[in-house]
């Protein structure tokens, strides 16, 4: 029998795309990654420890983890978990059983030097309701010469004190942690725990958005039912690719809301975050495993007489995962690269293109939820030495889209405007093709007093590299006075970019004149979790922008909610007496669509370099979504200036301007800075602190130096685009890394607005687009 191989890592624990045999592995020290798998009882609060055999290579005879073993060259970490717990246990669980709650290196050496263990240890936990009966269990014998339960405290005491009968583990380091999180989930404080979550909706203000239908005919009215209905789709795509139980938790929670208050109170905040991690609190677990699911699995064992089966809780990761569920959870950018490098040019557009998902054949094979749609394109595809592959959204997501796409159909049918029944229609033809170019471009054309934006757009859930494309919808009725009044800022554009302060030779020399349509929002779905926007500017598709530029939505009734129930109490808050009077909603809203605009100006397709073409966002990658926030931004505030002294806008914004947006900052920067505003927002408000744009007073509050400011805008506005300009991630990481910390001034303002409980941001609710669903 050929001897396993485990691919070697660095030190860091990174792929180097070679493998050895075992055996080479441990003699010479190289890193490699294992699995540790932990039986967790709830009710009894015990951990399940196998014995391991006499005749292992290391700790023979010896109490260890329920279950552990190597990881073989190209295999998933997850994959591993379950075929070591079922050769070893013979307890066989899908992936949803595994809840990964930190990865361990372990450094030793023993047997006298002869075995090296360099291993980086993905640790998962299996948390399960009731004991599996002893003789539930089929026992590996060569591995595995018993099993038994301990309670969690005995066994964290019986490592403290090194007892030799069991495998040794510094509890006080950081495989300790194992028994920090399960104590926290013995010892909930139901009342503290329901306190907590009060104060986290608590930042975020009930807004209720209507508008107007009666200049929508009933045909019309009709139409956008149905569409309101393809939006429900969006938010069921949307739950999916945030993270692969999130769905399974949705339903869960909503199920067993009416149960307590406190299941109330996890109900209506997984509703606002749209998953189990908070969004103004860096993405931190507000739920637990502990929470989650429960589920019942009779043939998960051997069957023994009076035991209905295995019950375990359906797992999430104590962190979220930053490559969404777009990416295997395992997979790092090595071997993500290596990979990539093995494809063709257009097997590389569509890896790394907006509308595709990364999986591993290896889960696919092990996969028994996979539909017939699915396992027959799998079995298509063209071998290849790597584990990954690459499936369009409208292959994973088809039952979805097959849906939405039949409802915009029934809706395009029934509108009487042409520019939206083509939107509509070739939207439809998109999600079943995967080919969104000409339904972008019929968004862009939209001429209507329903206006829709629906389909993948926004990048932000990945964080590894800014690939991959969200669902969303935002369904609204077109303000047409607004809209027209707005005109100038889309017949400027050209002008702008020609001025901008940056090198010639980073200028776009084909930059088209933004259209702006200002809407009354009636519904929105998908990626609008947290904090909601007042506006956006699409499509990010680089072809298109080249192409035709960008269009851009303002939502003004959220802008309206926001600037009362959020801006103006952080004026009187943290602006100083003497410039209060300066903020007011017309430059706050002002500036949102300067920023819009401002997404479609600076660069976007770039040459390196070494002469070869390439994007921004491709080059910058996971950094790419906070440093575009920033560009838009700041460059927004040197664009309203510019248009003041070109005399298109009034003398009397000047000062207005900068203080509300001096307001805004803390508003932003109030989302937490892993979200890609916030981090933007930090950036900003600290360079133009350090340049004096920004003082701090004795009483702790902020006002705008009028002589600096301007100074301070542009010299950032160089930096930020002279990056992009280049393609240089590394400077762009360098910016971010310096800027995005929450300094003292800062601190002390922000801790100011907690202490008075100023709403962080709205939760808006439609009550026209659910009475439009009946």
Request: glycine residues 4%.
């Amino acid at each position: 029998m050929a001897e396993e191989h485990f691919d070697v890592l660095t030190k860091s624990g990174e792929k180097t795309g070679l493998s050895k045999p075992r055996g080479e592995i441990h003699r010479d020290g190289d890193y490699h990654r294992a699995v540790h798998v932990w039986i967790y009882v709830e009710s009894t609060q015990e951990l399940l420890l196998q014995l391991r055999s006499d005749d292992k290579d290391s700790w023979p005879g010896q109490w260890d983890i329920s279950s552990a073993g190597h990881i073989s060259a190209g295999d998933a970490s997850i994959i591993s978990a379950q075929r070591e717990l079922e050769e070893e246990l013979g307890v066989k669980l899908p992936k949803d059983a595994f809840e990964k709650i930190f990865v361990f290196l372990q450094e030793c050496v023993i047997n006298d030097g002869k075995f090296i263990n360099n291993e980086f240890n993905d640790v998962y936990l299996v948390t399960i309701l009731e004991p599996i009966p002893l003789e539930a269990f089929t026992l590996q014998k060569e591995e595995v010469s018993a099993v038994k339960y301990v309670p969690y405290e005995d066994y964290r005491s019986f490592l403290a004190k090194e007892d030799p009968a069991y495998v040794p583990y510094d509890v006080n380091g950081e495989y300790g942690k194992i028994f920090e999180i399960i104590r926290q989930r013995c010892q909930v404080n139901t009342e503290a725990r329901s306190l907590s979550l009060q104060k986290q909706l608590q930042r975020y203000s009930p807004v209720t958005l209507e508008a107007n239908l009666t200049e929508l005919s009933e045909a019309e009215q009709k139409a956008l039912g149905l569409i309101v209905k393809a939006a429900k789709v969006m938010d069921d795509i949307f739950y999916d690719q945030v993270w692969y139980s999130n769905p399974a938790l949705r339903d869960w929670l909503k199920d067993h809301a009416n149960a307590s208050e406190l299941d109330k109170l996890k109900w209506d905040y997984f509703l606002i975050n749209k998953s189990p991690w908070s969004s103004l609190d860096e993405n931190e677990a507000f739920l637990t495993t502990a929470d989650s699911a429960v589920k019942l699995i009779p043939e998960a064992t051997k069957s023994v007489a009076g035991w209905k089966g295995l019950e375990y809780r359906a797992a999430f990761p104590v962190t979220q995962p930053p490559g969404a569920n777009f990416y295997p959870p395992d997979m790092d950018k090595t071997e993500f690269t290596l990979w990539l490098n093995s494809l063709t040019e257009e097997q590389k557009d569509v890896a790394t293109g907006f509308f595709s998902v990364i999986k591993r054949r290896s889960e696919a094979h092990q996969d028994a939820s996979l539909s017939d749609h699915l396992a027959s394109i799998i079995k298509t595809l063209p071998e290849s030495a790597s584990d990954l592959y690459s499936i369009p959204y409208s292959e994973i997501y088809r039952p979805f889209l097959t849906k939405a796409s039949e409802l915009l159909h029934k809706a395009g049918d029934l509108v009487s405007s042409p520019s939206l029944k083509k939107l509509l229609h070739s939207k439809a033809e998109a999600f079943l093709s995967n080919e969104y170019y000409e339904s972008d471009i019929a968004w862009m054309d939209l001429d209507s007093k329903l206006d829709i934006t629906i389909g993948p757009y926004e990048t932000y859930e990945d964080e590894i590299f800014g690939y991959k494309a969200t669902f969303e919808t935002f369904i609204g009725i077109r303000d047409d006075k607004a809209t027209a009044d707005l005109k100038l800022f889309g017949d400027n554009l050209k002008l702008l970019e020609d001025n901008l302060p940056l090198d010639s030779v980073y200028k776009s020399t084909d930059v088209s004149a933004a259209p702006i349509r200002v809407i009354q929002l009636i519904y929105n779905s998908g990626d609008v979790k947290g904090p909601q926007t007042v506006a956006f500017n699409l499509p990010n598709d680089e072809k298109i922008v080249k192409d035709r530029g960008t269009s851009m939505v303002m939502l003004k009734n959220i802008s309206e909610a926001k600037f009362e129930y959020i801006l103006k109490p952080i004026a009187e808050i943290v602006i100083s007496k003497e410039q209060r009077k300066y903020v007011d909603f017309d430059s706050f809203f002002t500036h949102t669509i300067c920023h819009e605009c401002c997404h479609g100006i600076g660069p976007h397709t770039i040459t390196l370099p070494d002469g070869q073409s390439s994007t921004v966002r491709k080059e910058l990658q996971e950094v790419h979504s906070a440093m575009e926030e920033a560009k838009a931004d700041i460059v927004g505030l040197w664009a309203l200036k510019f248009l003041i002294t070109k005399g298109l806008l009034s003398k009397s914004m000047l000062e207005s301007m900068y203080v509300s947006f001096l307001a805004g900052c803390f508003r932003s920067i109030r989302f937490g800075l892993t979200e890609a505003h916030g981090k933007g927002q930090a950036l900003q408000f600290n360079w133009l602190y350090e340049k004096g744009a920004f003082v701090f007073h004795k009483d702790s509050t902020f006002s705008v130096d009028f002589d600096k400011v301007e100074g301070a805008v542009e010299s950032l506005s160089h930096e930020i685009l002279t990056i992009q300009g280049k393609g240089d991630k590394n400077a762009a990481t360098s910016l971010l890394d310096k800027y995005c910390t929450i300094t003292g001034p800062l601190k002390t303002a922000l801790e100011k607005l907690e202490s008075v409980k100023v709403p962080v941001d709205i939760s808006p609710t439609f009550p026209l687009a659910d009475a439009l669903m009946n």
